[in-house]
């Protein structure tokens, strides 16, 4: 089993992300510069946060450029599994991989504290070690975390079970005294209608250590270990 962690010129959390597939899940793990295009040794690429470019223009769209991301739509399409986490949510949306767009907190704040997200989906390569229903205490780290989608797009990721995780209260409440950011429908984080590609705002690899306060994000980091593990068996 291996992971391969993208980097784009102003990538910051490849270090984090690096560190949860190494450290505490002892799997093989390589950082994959953003013109590489072979990615045929992966099983599971993350794409982290970071302000890919300076976010100069729309968040992502410049990464979403990049050369490897053509290979990262060969790689989902061949069912591979990818997650993107922060500004990977937004390159993932930029390139089309994922519906909607994000942009700014309605309250025009960067804002960096810690979420609850409620598990709306189990059935997910990326939460199978969960529970629906399930809450979970992950930070949040951005400006341009507010998801949006136009009406129609937004009737069909919730009619198909793409929404994975929504802001909540600690005892699952969803409202707006407990969304961060304005997202439509308190959506956290999304898949493809496929299931193998999920993108989320929150930064789960900040919680995997006790030391950070909360090892909530292994859960989501297992959950597509477990995958892998059963598709290779």
Not at 130 to 154: K, R
Request: hydrophobic share 35%; with cysteine.
């Amino acid at each position: 089993m291996k992971f391969g962690v993208s980097v784009f010129p102003g990538t910051w959390s490849d270090v984090d992300c690096y560190s949860v597939i190494d450290d505490v899940l002892g799997y093989e793990v390589d950082y994959v510069w953003h013109k590489e295009t072979n990615l045929d040794t992966y099983d599971c690429i993350i794409i982290p946060g970071g302000f890919s470019y300076g976010d100069y223009l729309r968040c992502g769209s410049i990464a979403s450029l990049s050369p490897i991301m053509n290979s990262i739509k060969d790689f989902a399409q061949q069912g591979g599994l990818v997650i993107g986490i922060c500004n990977g949510f937004q390159i993932l949306c930029e390139s089309g991989l994922l519906p909607g767009v994000l942009i700014r907190n309605d309250h025009l704040q960067f804002r960096c504290e810690w979420t609850n997200l409620r598990i709306e989906n189990s059935d997910s390569p990326f939460t199978s070690k969960a529970e629906t229903g399930q809450v979970i205490s992950v930070p949040i780290s951005h400006g341009e975390g507010n998801y949006f989608a136009d009406s129609e797009t937004l009737d069909e990721i919730e009619k198909n079970d793409q929404v994975i995780f929504r802001y909540s209260s600690a005892e699952g409440c969803i409202n707006m005294d407990n969304n961060p950011n304005g997202s439509l429908n308190n959506i956290a984080g999304i898949t493809n209608r496929e299931g193998n590609v999920l993108g989320m705002m929150p930064h789960p690899e900040r919680c995997c250590d006790p030391l950070l306060g909360s090892t909530d994000g292994e859960v989501i980091f297992r959950s597509i270990s477990d995958t892998l593990s059963m598709r290779t068996s």
